[in-house]
């Protein structure tokens, strides 16, 4: 065999663990690592007991096992096996076996003293799943705590190692150089894509390149995309467009297995073409690529704990992919990369991608921890820690599945959802549902059968699935047929579901944060139970229905669209979270309405199932909510009387002076709204009947006696004329004032004053018709100045009134003189 760039690695390998038991290995793509190193382990005895080496993707852990029992000269199942969700080939004999990241957890928390294991190897650990994130930080909590002998290596092509080394106690960092062979970089000359310019779309883009690169080149081509929905339609651009002999591989995680080693193994003729996602990134050798086209995407999953929901998002790749997927060129012979960006392009790339830690669901982990007897993530070595909302959004769904008690301890049923290899939520489908639970939760875990122009009502995939061919004849859309089979499979390896509950009910066992009942109006809007917004296509049947359950959305934060959905009844509704329904009474002031509303609500989480007029609702609750309402309207809509502006004016006018007085601004009165005003507002809803509310009275009573007596003395209410007419002060003038006819002051030589600062009483002189004829401060000086030509303009217009030449010495009247 030919020797393998890792082997000069190994020797620095073995004193690293020989002395610590710990390592980081850093190796390029090719480098031999992952079916090379744990062989080492066994042929220099550097481990007692089973070796266990994670994969992050099921093809990746198949390949390595097969590779390294071959080395032997073994089947798969002796001395190297693997292990999957619903497929193993292990012995009593095997010694390595490499496993999925998500089968490590239930050997852990099933031994937590992992009996005869020797070592762990976290292989491809630069992807930083949360589950190599998850593993790793448990290993390490276990070997500080019960197994000091477990060997404990973390293995990656462009990881930065300097961290993952401290996490792992300063464990020892081995560098292997690799052999890799040169590949060169083609970039294109301008962006394919410009802002506010017309251009290709990223398949046509892609295609263009990939012919490009099938025209320039003879070897075998790796193409990179970012989802199965772009390689079909790149596979459909390139159909009959690519030189002779060329074949068309697709690579995807949904492909059939048998599909996938297709792509992976060498074709005996022509030149192979593999069209593949992020799965060929790492860990797999493709032996007859000699070409790589990167098209610069990658396809992530991003969790947003507000809404909890999460969605699949195409973002630019790193720095790290593109150099591993770079990598995939050179890993047999001298290569070449063509790259759908332009070198400048390359500068704004992140460095590393962003960890799944904090960007994906982490319900699952959360319980994990529970279990392990923790309820912070923060007590465990990770390298990242989550978001403490990611953390507190996942307990809340967990206390309302039942898998953790209201002290975030985890519960028998939540031990037993970990058992089943699923979401917890489709885990607690299965343990509490009725016989749909295993053939719903395979559905939801794999693709969808249907194409996305099918309606999103899942009883169609149900019978697609129960009966492809009856389907097949009466609708005018194919199921996927591998998929099908896909879902078939996993739910015969599924085993719960024995409750009497119909599909739509058990389906609600699993999302009780996603019934959905439709808003009023045309469009078909609904709002979930827990608060977020949904919306359907306007032409999908099942958006007309009231209730629904909702288990897949597109993720949007706002409103996010439908994609998959069960019609529900409230009976069924009932029937599972029954004992979840509250009736909210509700009492407030409608701004649309502009009036109080009394309403009883049924209700679950925040859906109004029903809504009912409150007959008896409590006076109490109607004022406060028209005391509201008062505050939206403005003080405007109060019935201020005469006396109550004057009121409040005296009253204003006395504490700008200094003096202590309740604050009757209109701040102070509407911040003060439910001391002064709601205790007179009992049984009235509606602007109108505010009209009878003595506001004068209301106000007085916010003064004490000696406020009163106060105010009395000190800003009187009103002067008396010298004729007895008692006038009226105006305290809401810039100064207070008084008006009143010239003919009653006859006679009045002293101007009359206010306030402890005997401030001057602003006087609005009247004609006998009460339209101002002078404004004076100052009454005796207009008695000398100002009267002569008063008198001289309004004698003729007022002839039956006096006017004397001296009305200092004239007498006082209200009266006119007799005719005649």
Known sequence: MTRLPIEDALPELAEALEARGLAVLQAPPGAGKTTRVPLFLLER??????????????????????????????????????????????????????????????????????????????????????????????????????????????????????????????????????????????????????????????????????????????????AFLPGEGEIRRVQSLLQGKLPAGSNLRPLYGALPFAEQRRAVLPDQEGCKIVLATSIAETSLTIQDVSVVVDGGRARRARFDAGSGMSRLVTERVTKAEATQRQGRAGRVAAGICYKLWTKGEEGGFAPFPLPE???????????????????????????????????????????????????????????????????????????????????????????????????????????????????????????????VKTIKAEAKRLRGGTAPLSATETLALAYPDRIGLRRKGDAPRFVLSGGKGAVFSEDDSTGATRLAVIPSLDGDGREARVRMALPLTQGELATVYGEQFETRHLCEWSKRERRVLARKHLCFGALVLEDQNWKDCPADASSAAMCEGVGDLGLGCLPWSQPATLFRARAEWLRGQGHEMPDLSDAGLLAGLNDW????????????????????????????????????????????????????????????????????????????????????????????????????????????????????????????????????????????????
């Not at 401290?166 to 062979?181: F, I």
């Open 677 to 820: 005003l709601e205790p007179h507002l009992g049984g009235i809803r509606t602007p109108d009947g505010l009209r009878g509310l003595d506001l004068h009275m209301i106000l007085r009573n916010q003064l004490d006696w000696g406020a009163l007596q106060m105010l009395d003395q000190l800003a009187p209410a009103s002067i008396t004329a010298p004729t007895g007419t008692k006038l009226p002060i105006d305290y809401g003038a810039p100064q207070p004032k008084v008006s009143v006819r010239l003919q009653e002051l006859f006679g009045m030589t002293t101007h009359p004053t206010a306030g402890p600062k005997r401030i001057p009483l602003l006087i609005e002189l009247l004609s006998p018709a009460r339209r101002a004829v002078q404004t004076t401060a100052d009454l005796p000086g207009f008695w000398k100045s100002s009267y002569a030509d008063v008198r001289k303009d309004m004698r003729g217009r007022y002839p039956r009134h006096p006017w004397p030449e001296d009305p200092t010495q004239a007498e006082p009247t209200r009266r006119v003189k007799p005719r005649g």
């Open 45 to 222: 005895g550097l481990v007692e007991g089973r070796v266990l080496m994670l994969e992050p993707r099921r093809l990746a852990a198949r390949a390595a096992a097969e590779r390294m029992a071959q080395t032997l000269g073994e089947p798969v199942g002796q001395s190297v096996g693997y292990r999957m969700r619903g497929d193993s080939k292990v012995g009593p004999q095997t010694r390595i076996e490499v496993i999925t990241e998500g089968i490590l957890m239930r050997v852990i928390q099933n031994d937590p003293e992992l009996s005869g294991v020797g070592c762990i190897i976290f292989d491809e650990f630069h992807e930083r799943s949360l589950q190599a994130d998850t593993g790793l930080a448990f290993a390490l909590e276990i070997r500080e705590a019960l197994r000091p002998d477990l060997v404990l290596i973390a293995m990656s092509a462009t990881l930065d190692a300097a961290p993952v080394a401290t996490l792992m106690g300063n464990a020892p960092l081995v560098t292997s150089e690799g052999r890799g062979y040169p590949v060169e970089t083609r970039h294109l000359a301008e962006p394919w894509n410009r802002p506010n310019r017309r251009g290709p779309r990223f398949e046509e883009a892609a295609a263009d390149l990939i012919r490009q690169a099938a025209g320039e080149t003879a070897g075998g081509i790796l």
């Open 357 to 483: 830690i904090l960007s994906a669901d982490i319900t699952n982990l959360v319980l994990e921890l529970a279990a392990w007897g923790t309820s912070t993530p923060t007590e465990l070595p990770f390298l990242d820690q989550p978001r403490s909302s990611d953390v507190e959004r996942s307990q809340e769904l967990l206390r309302g599945l039942g898998a953790l008690d209201p002290a975030n301890r985890i519960t028998d049923h939540g031990r037993a959802l970990l058992r089943h290899p699923l979401h917890v939520r489709l885990a607690h489908m299965l343990e509490q549902g009725g016989p749909d639970a295993a053939i719903l939760a395979a559905l939801l875990e794999n693709r969808d059968p249907l194409p996305r122009t099918a309606p999103s009502d899942l009883s169609l995939r149900l019978e697609a699935i129960r009966d492809p061919r009856r389907f097949a004849d009466s609708h005018p859309y194919q199921a996927n047929t591998a998929a």
